[in-house]
């Protein structure tokens, strides 16, 4: 059984930072592919970051530049450093992790931006 907590996220006023956090545990080892994803109201859940096993990242053009993504191996922990926010990143943010076809998620942390 394969477990993700999020955490981390919260209101800021716009230009602030937050950094999320997902733990995992349960049968998985420290480099399963993880990312996050977002969905605000309305909206399907897109990819904002992700790291593969081997570690190769990719951001959403959206994000570029702001948001950084990173992983503890030893903690199989995952963070999404958020810099500069905006009033549009304003979501439900979801850790997701893959393993041997399956796909994980987290239960999404409420991050708000305000103007």
């Known amino acids: 059984q394969v477990q993700l907590v999020e955490s981390g996220g919260g209101l800021v006023q716009a230009g602030g930072s937050l950094t999320l956090s997902c733990a995992a545990s349960?049968?998985?080892?420290?480099?399963?592919?993880m990312g996050w994803y977002r969905q605000a109201p309305g909206n399907q859940r897109d990819l904002v970051a992700r790291?593969?096993?081997?570690?190769?990242?990719n951001y959403a053009d959206s994000v570029k530049g702001r948001f950084t993504i990173s992983r503890d191996s030893v903690k199989n922990t995952v963070y999404l450093q958020m810099n500069s926010l905006k009033p549009e990143d304003t979501a439900v943010y979801y850790c997701?992790?893959?393993?041997?076809?399956?796909?994980?998620w987290g239960q999404g942390t409420q991050v708000t931006v305000s103007s």
């Open positions: 997701k992790l893959d393993l041997l076809g399956y796909t994980y």
């Open positions: 349960g049968s998985i080892s420290s480099i399963n592919p």
């Open positions: 790291i593969s096993s081997s570690g190769r990242i």
